[in-house]
């Protein structure tokens, strides 16, 4: 196939581009190098994928109509897979116009590129971001979402909204993917695993908030990477058996679905960390303090959906994870 990837230079997007590109497919990567974290991150990852021959790279931003709808015309893509987007839940508080331009126009942008040149299947990132106020644990697919916390978690809501529509409406085959808190190597420099293991390797202070009482759902980025590509290779379907008298969120009669990917497997925050400290071989030095406005205390996905429709679950156990990051960047960074 010949697939979009936006965001190649990401995080994620190096990795499922790799996955793809490993198995045969071409990949056109589509980022625009912005500075919210170090540009060299970015141009390191990339420099992983631009050898190969079924690589091609192409520097615009999605909130570029122009630019976007002349590149859907001039490549004709078979399936797209959606990962650029402003990222990070506190950073929305500081400058939320960067939210509306990459996670609504830019979003708005590659649903008409889909739109207007029969792309086969559109694969975008949602976010465990919009449960929100949930506290009915494990988040499941089939509760509302209708009470987020953070601007971000509300682009990313509006995203599930405005695929919806376009399903609806021109019958484009959408799926939605909830990533859980997503670490790994080459990760991204605001999560909470390279600040910790920034600092601890430093012998800084770390910041626990929430005085560490917080839960996630830790997720391995090649077990993300995989989920993304086996969502990929089933194109959404309308589902027979929904009742629009009894409406269930996870469940619609257009081509359209949204799935968690998640460890389905929640710890403490405090044995994260102690995790990094026995992969550092360091104790971190604390600083505890109180929750931080837009986040939440707690994530845990159910990720039966996904499980059920491409007989994947995650599977890689966060001590292992974090062990393998914690030798990433002691390479990368030369500590």
């Known amino acids: 196939m010949k697939v979009l990837i936006t965001g190649a230079a990401g995080f994620i997007g190096m990795h499922v581009s790799q996955l793809l590109l490993a198995r045969g497919d071409q990949v056109v990567g589509l980022d625009n190098l912005n500075d919210y ?12 994928l631009t050898p190969h021959p079924a690589f091609s790279f192409v520097k615009l931003d999605v909130a570029d109509r122009a630019g976007m709808e002349a ?4 490549q004709k893509f078979d399936k797209v897979i959606h990962l650029a987007a402003q990222a990070g839940v506190r950073y929305s508080l500081i400058n939320p116009h960067a939210y509306i331009e990459s996670n609504i126009q830019g979003f708005m942008n590659v649903l008409e590129g889909c739109r ?5 299947h559109l694969v975008y990132a949602s976010s465990s971001s919009v449960y929100g106020g949930n ?14 916390v953070s601007l971000y978690a509300a682009t990313k809501k509006a995203n599930e909204l405005m695929a919806h529509t376009y399903s609806h409406l021109y019958g484009l085959p959408t799926t ?7 670490y790994g190597p080459w990760g991204r ?25 917080m839960i996630r759902d830790f997720t391995y980025v090649d077990d993300i990477a995989e989920g993304v590509v086996r969502v ?18 996870a469940r619609s009669n257009v081509p359209y679905r949204v799935f968690n990917i998640g460890n389905h497997d929640p710890i403490k925050l405090m044995d994260f960390i102690e995790a990094i400290e026995q992969a550092v071989g360091k104790e971190a030095v604390k600083n505890f303090l109180p929750l931080q406005d837009g986040d ?28 393998r990051f914690v030798a990433w960047y002691r390479d990368y960074f030369k500590v």
């Open 71 to 74: 590149l859907f015309a001039e």
């Open 135 to 148: 506290t009915q644990m494990p988040f499941s697919e089939h509760h509302g979402v209708d009470h987020p």
């Open 296 to 323: 939440v205390p707690a994530t845990h996905a159910d990720v039966q959906e996904l499980a059920d429709w491409t007989g994947f679950k995650p599977t890689m156990p966060v001590p292992e994870g974090v062990r």
């Open 37 to 48: 974290y170090d540009p060299k991150l970015k141009h390191d990852r990339l420099a992983r």
């Open 232 to 249: 990929l290779d089933r194109n959404a379907t309308a589902d027979a058996g929904y009742d629009p008298v009894e409406a269930d969120p």
């Open 176 to 182: 939605g993917l909830r990533f859980f808190t997503v």
């Open 116 to 120: 207007h040149h029969q792309v086969q």
């Open 189 to 213: 420099p605001d999560m909470a695993l390279f600040l910790f293991t920034k600092a601890i390797v430093a012998g800084e202070p770390i910041k626990v908030f929430n005085h560490g009482q």
